[in-house]
């Protein structure tokens, strides 16, 4: 399987490829918010390295959110537009599962708090055993949207299990986080989801026999409305 992944959920812009021959390249981009600029030549130029054509690919994986309005609505547009014009599927993954996976693979054992930053004082999160993958096992706190005290008020309620703290969201929040019993932040690391993580769970869900899905059908995961909506709703409401 020839299969790119694309994660643009986060400021981070990243690509991830596979060729059939197991060769991996992954390319990220951090703290500029050129989503439109860098993402589909960032593509080309990675698929190109490890010897393939944009014609060649398989299988597309996209990381579908939550995240930044702008940053998933390119990332899910790339993906869908080039697998309906290769005729290819996609496996769409959550930035919340795959900062978990990351984590599980980056040694950190047990469960883990993945945070991605929401702005507007707000971080999308979930706990949840990082080695269960995207299965949904082993979740202490469901994912959703949370203030920092909210998101600290519901891991008190845990009683003090050990969890590390990964993703942006967690990050900017960590003085927060931190007064909780039990919880640790990861600073210099795992500030985004990374790609060739996203590129992984991609190849374990096509393994295991789990169809990708028409590109038509994917969507991405917002878990609240765009700041242009709200702002409208407020101004019609006034």
Same mark, same amino acid.
């Given at each position: 399987?020839?299969?790119?992944?694309?994660?643009?959920?986060?400021?981070?812009?990243?690509?991830?490829?596979?060729?059939?021959?197991?060769?991996?390249?992954?390319?990220?981009?951090?703290?500029?918010?050129?989503?439109?600029?860098?993402?589909?030549?960032?593509?080309?130029?990675?698929?190109?390295?490890?010897?393939?054509?944009?014609?060649?690919?398989?299988?597309?994986?996209?990381?579908?959110?939550?995240?930044?309005?702008?940053?998933?609505?390119?990332?899910?547009?790339?993906?869908?537009?080039?697998?309906?014009?290769?005729?290819?599927?996609?496996?769409?993954?959550?930035?919340?599962?795959?900062?978990?996976?990351?984590?599980?693979?980056?040694?950190?054992?047990?469960?883990?708090?993945?945070?991605?930053?929401?702005?507007?004082?707000?971080?999308?999160?979930?706990?949840?055993?990082?080695?269960?993958? %995207?299965?949904?096992?082993?979740?202490?706190?469901?994912?959703?949207?949370?203030?920092?005290?909210?998101?600290?008020?519901?891991?008190?309620?845990?009683?003090?299990?050990?969890?590390?703290?990964?993703?942006?969201?967690?990050?900017?929040?960590?003085?927060?986080?931190?007064?909780?019993?039990?919880?640790?932040?990861? %600073?210099?690391?795992?500030?985004?989801?990374?790609?060739?993580?996203?590129?992984?769970?991609?190849?374990?869900?096509?393994?295991?026999?789990?169809?990708?899905?028409?590109?038509?059908?994917?969507?991405?995961?917002?878990?609240?409305?765009? %700041?242009?909506?709200?702002?409208?709703?407020?101004?019609?409401?006034?």
């Amino acid at each position: 399987m020839n299969i790119v992944a694309i994660e643009t959920a986060t400021e981070t812009i990243g690509v991830a490829v596979r060729s059939d021959n197991g060769t991996r390249a992954a390319f990220t981009l951090e703290g500029r918010r050129r989503h439109v600029e860098i993402l589909v030549p960032a593509m080309e130029h990675l698929v190109a390295q490890v010897g393939l054509a944009v014609t060649d690919l398989h299988l597309v994986a996209v990381d579908l959110g939550p995240g930044l309005f702008t940053g998933l609505r390119v990332g899910v547009a790339a993906a869908k537009g080039l697998a309906r014009s290769l005729g290819i599927g996609v496996v769409g993954l959550s930035s919340l599962e795959i900062l978990a996976r990351a984590a599980a693979g980056s040694g950190h054992g047990g469960h883990v708090l993945a945070a991605v930053d929401a702005r507007r004082g707000e971080v999308f999160a979930t706990v949840r055993d990082g080695r269960a993958g %995207d299965t949904g096992a082993g979740e202490l706190l469901g994912p959703g949207l949370f203030t920092p005290a909210a998101l600290a008020d519901g891991l008190r309620a845990l009683g003090g299990v050990p969890i590390v703290a990964v993703g942006d969201g967690a990050q900017r929040y960590a003085g927060v986080l931190r007064t909780v019993p039990g919880v640790s932040c990861v %600073d210099d690391a795992l500030g985004a989801p990374p790609p060739l993580t996203l590129l992984a769970m991609a190849e374990e869900r096509y393994d295991a026999g789990v169809a990708p899905a028409d590109p038509r059908s994917v969507v991405p995961l917002y878990m609240r409305e765009a %700041d242009a909506t709200r702002n409208f709703a407020q101004v019609t409401n006034s």
